[in-house]
């Protein structure tokens, strides 16, 4: 507010005090001076103009001192109440001292009811003291939890009393020293993951990198001399170099998933030609590793609104992980049902099962148990980052996917979606 606005509206609000304080002295006069002293008439014109002008007195002199700032000079809010205590104090007694001189006390009287005001006004000084102390001591504590806040300290807070404006101010101060933490936290978060991220990214680019050398160095030795050599390391090179685009792909998409800007093309689709589509394009693996895959769908699950190459990625992750960690002989089963006002899709295997230790972390990024460190015989190589990505499509569907396992009894993932509009 510009400073000419901030004097009017200070200006304004002085003329109003003291229009309040003749209009209480006059209605004083009228309404009370009569029946408890039974004054003459002029008496009365002489006692609402004296307290008038002492009251009008009183208020231009506090004015003063708040325009002139005395009570910021002081370095301790303590000793600004107690000024702010003497100030009240001297208002009272100027106003009694005043008033009784001029109208009513003789001198024995007025020495004596000064003396009682003098008395009054130091022990209303020792209650002013106690009384401060209630108002600093929170602020104290805030000053000093800001201190500790700035020194590093973010588990810092201050205790809050009462419901007043300075308890508020300590909720305030709690609540931006568990803000100030939690942004901490996450950020530690986040920079431990981009650790994470590069070394992990390196182990596995490196791998399909170094083959591909490998296979290269020796075609261009000459070490292939026979058309089936030849073959055989550029059937290796090509899956390498698929395996090297899938790892990129992948990272692309999670780094999408976890920045919130993967866009979804949300639409009212049939989940159950969705999950039949997927089926048949997963049947070919699923016969070249002797693993039999079967499906089971309701038939009112349909129609839900999805993004379908968002959800069919997902049902690819789910199951070609279901059949990669299944023996030969084992089963694949895929079944889809409504759950409440969603749909829950259900991924079933009869394969391996999940070490105990690993469940909880099996939707983590770069996350592999021992047996999935290994190429497989088809010569792929999980990244450890298709279930992250299968949890980052379902959540922003605003669904859910759990797991549940135990070693040698196979593996059931199961997701739920929401069949209504998504956020």
Not at 201 to 225: E, I, K, W
Request: glycine share 8%.
């Amino acid at each position: 507010m510009p400073q000419s606005k901030t004097q009017g509206w200070e200006i304004r609000r002085v003329l109003l005090l003291l229009a309040g304080i003749w209009g209480f002295d006059i209605l004083l006069t009228v309404l009370l001076a009569p029946p408890l002293l039974h004054p003459p008439v002029e008496a009365l014109g002489e006692l609402c103009l004296l307290m008038g002008i002492s009251g009008s007195v009183s208020l231009l002199a506090s004015y003063l001192i708040f325009r002139l700032g005395l009570i910021r000079w002081f370095r301790s809010l303590r000793y600004g109440l107690l000024l702010l205590s003497i100030l009240v104090i001297g208002v009272v007694f100027f106003n009694v001292r005043f008033l009784a001189e001029a109208m009513f006390f003789e001198q024995h009287d007025l020495n004596l009811a000064s003396i009682v005001l003098v008395f009054a006004a130091w022990t209303a000084l020792g209650c002013g003291y106690f009384i401060s102390s209630a108002f600093i001591q929170p602020i104290m504590n805030v000053s000093n939890g800001a201190r500790q806040l700035a020194a590093g300290d973010l588990g810092t807070r201050v205790s809050v009393v009462g419901n007043d404006e300075v308890a508020a101010l300590s909720k305030t101060f709690n609540q931006m020293a568990q803000d100030l933490q939690e942004a901490a936290e996450q950020k530690e978060r986040l920079e431990q993951s981009r650790r994470d991220l590069i070394a992990w990214a390196s182990h596995d680019l490196r791998t399909p990198l170094a083959s591909l050398q490998l296979v290269v160095d020796a075609l261009v030795d000459g070490l292939a001399d026979d058309d089936d050599t030849r073959q055989r390391y550029l059937h290796t090179a090509q899956t390498e170099i698929a395996n090297l685009k899938e790892l990129i792909n992948d990272l692309f998409e999670l780094s999408q998933l976890e920045s919130g800007h993967i866009d979804l093309n949300l639409q009212r689709a049939s989940l159950s030609d969705l999950l039949s589509d997927t089926l048949s394009a997963m049947r070919a693996m699923a016969e070249r590793r002797g693993v039999r895959l079967d499906g089971h769908v309701s038939r009112d699950i349909d129609p839900v609104q999805i993004d379908p190459e968002k959800i069919q990625r997902v049902l690819y992750n789910l199951l070609s992980n279901a059949i990669r960690h299944t023996p030969a002989g084992g089963e694949v089963l895929l079944e889809a049902e409504v759950a409440g006002s969603g749909v829950r899709v259900t991924v079933r295997d009869s394969g391996e099962g999940i070490a105990s230790e690993d469940l909880p972390h099996i939707f983590e990024r770069f996350y592999r148990g021992e047996r999935a460190r290994t190429r497989d015989k088809d010569g792929e190589r999980g990244a450890g980052l298709g279930l992250a990505i299968a949890r980052g499509l379902i959540e922003a569907h605003r669904g859910t996917i759990e797991v549940d396992s135990q070693p040698g009894h196979g593996a059931r993932f199961v997701f739920t979606l929401p069949r209504g509009a998504v956020a």
